[in-house]
Every structure is written in structure tokens, then in C-alpha cells.
């Protein structure tokens, strides 16, 4: 593990290294750089065809098209973001039964972050899911997926909600042979429409009747989540044998973790790549969250540097920036470039399963990090008196730092201390305009009215209580059912309750509002 100096003899080729994960003597930055050709080398042969393409038929818009949003993309030799960024459009396929792999059980978490991930990762661009579960699959994929009518409205209302420009459905009508016969099709085996195809029409008329508003409308995003390929290829190495074998995902569980903590307090949010960042694009965020991410390239350090002097407000994670771009762990103390930005350096890094710790008595799980204060005020601390959580004024901005794992502990459902933690660090001192009890909520806003997409993921009717105090609405409309649902003006703000069914969502509609923009 280190950098610099020629190869091995012997090993001039990628298949030749790919023997030596793990060894002694294994550079890590030869391993990355060759995965970087490789991956850069597969989208320069795309590029070139998306050329010919244009240069035959100018008039039409080039789309590039992904899936496994939710997997390590480095493993692979892809980037997402240097593929959108090369055609006119970005599409992705999300499947049920192929690509929420990494939550088994679970529909909601997975798909609304492959729907921002689709919109994120092109910003600017036409985005959508050109290849979305059209029915049920009972006998291929990685897990099967029956896809009822009430987990498409979900699906839709996911799309919608993060700003996705379209929806494409595989399929109309299934196959009648091969390994996935009498599969993924809208209509019934006798080639009738279901009654999921029969809803998906009914929404379809709706959105094209809204498409305007919704095209133009915003959600607000309080906060962003981080998003790095390099740290992906960082991950990609860490497998060491059976008994690490999940540490290649790790960074998208602590995104998914992020994810849910944000979601469950109906905080909006997008994905932000450390390009974007380097770039200076993150300063229209009031919130910048960093999931554990190990490896930090030491401009993006500068770069969350500039962006917290510049106001914002940084939350972070152990193990965060442990390692720089080469794969070397960083051991600068007092005046380094972790301690510039975090207001702290870190002593040593230890792991929980060796040493048992708790916080405000949560156990600690996974890596956890000694840290010296030098500028930071330590806002909490572990059982035995260590340093847990700091919080570090720089310039007009401000560092939270979770000196242990946070965000990995929010990946499974259930940790709602955890979710809090996490949550509450994001927010601060700014409390919402808005929130939902009893469904987990979107919010898009437009001119003309404001959009509202609850969802229930549980299998029980739950009655949500919806309270906005920063917009008054004369009415609200429950778009699907087309019935007008009535609205309790108080002190609070506007509330309204409406019964969402197990299993399924609620599309409401809020025209001639008067709206006071979040501070």
C-alpha cells in the first residue's frame, strides 16, 4: 500500500494484478490507476459511438443508460457521472428484483435513492428510468418481486418526487419463452391490461396534465450527500476474504443509512459528487453530508474547507478522510489538513468489536477514532471520557464531526436513535416549514400550487397528518382519486390529515398557495 515507483516485473497487465488483492506488497495506487484507465477507456469506446451517432443524425438527443445504482461502481470500470456527462441524456434501469439487493425487504429506501441518484448524477440533463419493473417476476432475478398495483403508485410517486423527466416500463406484455417467461409484463398472460397498467394509465393522464408544473418545480434540498468514485475504488479493495466480504458496498450502506435518517424526518435532499464539489457547486446547499467516507482526495479537503468557510454546514462521520487519494493514512496532528477542517486530529483509529464503547448509551459499532482537540468544542463524549462528537467553527460555517460510525448505523430500519442523531445534526438550528407524521413525505414547489407525495410502507392504513407553516392553501387535491380533501388553518399553519393505505401513496396537490420561501 503506497504510491509512486514502477510496476512489479511481471505484472504489466490488469489480469496479472488481479491475483494480488490483499498481499503484502500490493500498491494501492497502481491498482486504482488501472482501474481508472479501464474505466475511462469504456467510456471513451461509448463516447466515440454516442459521436457517430450524432454525427449521422444531429437531430436527435444521445442517451447513455445504467443500472445497479446501489452497487460499487468502480468494481465494474464505470462512472456514472463521467458517463452522463458525455451524452445528452441519462437513463437507468431499477428492478425490483435485480437491483435492491442490498436491503432485502425493502422497496421505499432503495428505490427513491436510484431515483435521485438518476437525477443527481446528470444534473442539468434529461433524466429518467427508462426501464422500470412492469410486473411480477417469480422465478428470476436475484430475489423475486410480485410488483402489485400499490408498489407501481409508490414507484411513480418516487419518480415524481425527485424530478425524474419521464418513465419507461419494461414490459407491456411478458415473454413467452426463455429464463424470463410469463415475466415483468402490464398485462395479464392473456394480453389484457392489469389492474397495475390500468392505475399506471390513470397516473400517466395526471402527470401530463401537470407535467408543466412539475417539470419547473423544485424541492428545496436542505441538504447534500456526498458521492465519490474514488472512494468507491478505495472500498473495492478493502476485500480482504469470507470474512469481509461486504466492505466493497460500504459506502453505499452509510449513503443508504444517510438516506434514511433524512427521509424519515421528510428532510429534502440530493447526491453531490466530489467533482461537483471541487468545482464550487455545493454552495447552494445549507447542509453537506459526508457518510464515512475513508478516502478524501486532498482537494476535496480544501474544497469542504472553502465551502464551510463560505457558510455551510458540514456533518461528517467516522471513518471519514482517514486516507488520502493514495491510499495513505493521514498522521499530520495539530496544523494538518484533517485538523484545519475538523478542529482535531486523530490520535489513533480503533474498531468496537475489539473495544466495546457507548455514546448518550448507544453501543458504538465499526471504527472509531481518538481525536486531540485543538480548535473544536467537544459537544459529547464516550463512556470513558473520550472525545465522541466535536463541533468546530471555520470562517461563517460550521464542522460537526461524529469521531464513530453514525451514518452506518442508520442503514438498517429500526435504529430511530440513531436517525435522530444524525437528523439533528443536519438541521441544527433550522427547523422546517413543513412536516408529515405517519407517512414519509416529498414536497415540490411550483408557482401555481405545490406538490405533495406521501408514501405508507408499511402493510396497515396509517392516517398522516400533514402541517405546512410556511404556505397557506385555500384546498388540497388528492390527485389519483380526484377529491378535494379539506384544510385546517390555525396558529401552527395549514394542516390537513388524509388516511394513506398500507402498501400504497397519496399524490396531493396544493394550488394558490401563498408561500414564504425557507430561510
Known sequence: WGYGGPLLPGLDSWEAWRGLRGTHFEKYRHRRDLARFKTELLAERMTRIERCWQQHDPAHPVLTGVHQ?????????????????????FFSSIHAGWHFWILPGEFLLPLYVQARLTRDLAKGKWALPYETTGGPNFRSALRQHNMQAGEHLQMMLCYLAAGLQGIGLWAWNCRLSGPEAGEYGLTTLQGQPSRRARLLGELARHVRQY????????????????????AEMFASQRDMGPLDGSATDENSRRRLGAARALLNRNIPFEFITDNELVAGRADGYPTLVVPGMALVRRD??????????????????????????????????SGGEFDRLVGAFAVNHFHAQHEPRRVHGLPLAGQFSEVEPTRAEVIARL?????????????????????????SRCFRPGNAAWETTLADAVLGSFRPGWQCDGAVAFRRRHAAADHYFLINPTDTDQEATLTVAD??????????????????????????????PGGQGIWLRCPNCTSCRWA
Open 69 to 89: 445504482l446501489l452497487g460499487n461502481a468502480a468494481v465494474s470500470n464505470w462512472d456514472f457521472e463521467l458517463q452522463a456527462s458525455r451524452a445528452d441524456g
Open 211 to 230: 407535467r408543466g408544473e412539475l417539470a419547473e418545480a423544485s424541492s428545496e434540498p436542505r441538504a447534500a450527500i456526498l458521492y465519490s468514485w474514488e
Open 300 to 333: 476535496v479537503m480544501a474544497a469542504l474547507g472553502r465551502y464551510v468557510e463560505g457558510g455551510g454546514r458540514l456533518v461528517a462521520d467516522a471513518p471519514f478522510a482517514t486516507f488520502d487519494e493514495h491510499g495513505r493514512v493521514r498522521v499530520a496532528g
Open 383 to 407: 463512556d470513558d471520557g473520550r472525545p465522541a462528537t466535536l463541533c468546530h467553527s471555520l470562517g461563517a460555517g460550521q464542522v460537526v464531526y461524529f469521531a464513530h460510525e453514525v451514518a
Open 471 to 500: 404556505a397557506t392553501y385555500d384546498q388540497a387535491l388528492e390527485v389519483v382519486a380526484n377529491r378535494t380533501l379539506p384544510v385546517c388553518r390555525g396558529q401552527a399553519g395549514t394542516r390537513l390529515q388524509v388516511v394513506v
